[in-house]
C-alpha cells in the first residue's frame, strides 16, 4: 500500500507561484508513474501532469504547459508541482496519484485517472484575481 501526502497548496493571486510537494511512503517508489489531477467545484477531476519513473519524460494537460513543471525526487520519494503564472481557473483542489509503469505507454494512457492505484488526499490552490 502506497501512501501519498500531499502539501504546499494555498491561497494566492494571478500570476504568483505555488510548489506542490507529494511525499510517498512506498521504497518502490522509483518504478512507479506519478501524475497531478486536480478537481474544481461543480467539474469532474482532469488530469494536470504526469511523469515516469526515472523523470526522464513528462506530460501536461494544454492548460497547464509552459507555466507548470513536474519533477521527482527518488531519493526523496517526492514528486513536485511547480505552478507559474497562476490563473484564477487553476483553483481546485490538486491531487497527487500513482500508478504502475508498465500501464503508461502513450499521453493517452498518463491522462486517465482509473489507471492510478494510488491517490493523496489533496491540496487546495485558490488564485485570487
Known amino acids: 500500500q502506497v501512501q501519498l501526502v500531499e502539501s504546499g497548496g494555498g491561497l494566492v493571486q494571478a500570476g504568483d507561484s505555488l510548489r506542490l510537494s507529494c511525499a510517498a511512503s512506498e521504497r518502490t517508489f522509483s518504478t512507479t508513474v506519478m501524475g497531478w489531477f486536480r478537481q474544481a467545484p461543480g467539474k469532474e477531476r482532469e488530469f494536470v501532469a504526469a511523469?515516469?519513473?526515472?523523470?526522464?519524460?513528462?506530460y501536461y494537460a494544454d492548460s497547464v504547459k509552459g507555466r507548470f513543471t513536474i519533477s521527482r525526487d527518488n531519493a526523496k520519494n517526492t514528486v513536485y508541482l511547480q505552478m507559474n503564472s497562476l490563473k484564477p481557473e487553476d483553483t481546485a483542489v490538486y491531487y497527487c496519484a500513482a500508478g504502475a509503469a508498465s500501464r503508461f505507454r502513450a499521453y493517452s494512457d498518463y491522462i486517465l485517472h482509473r489507471l492510478y492505484d494510488y491517490w493523496g488526499q489533496g491540496t487546495q490552490v485558490t488564485v485570487s484575481s
Open positions: 511523469i515516469t519513473w526515472n523523470g526522464g519524460n513528462t
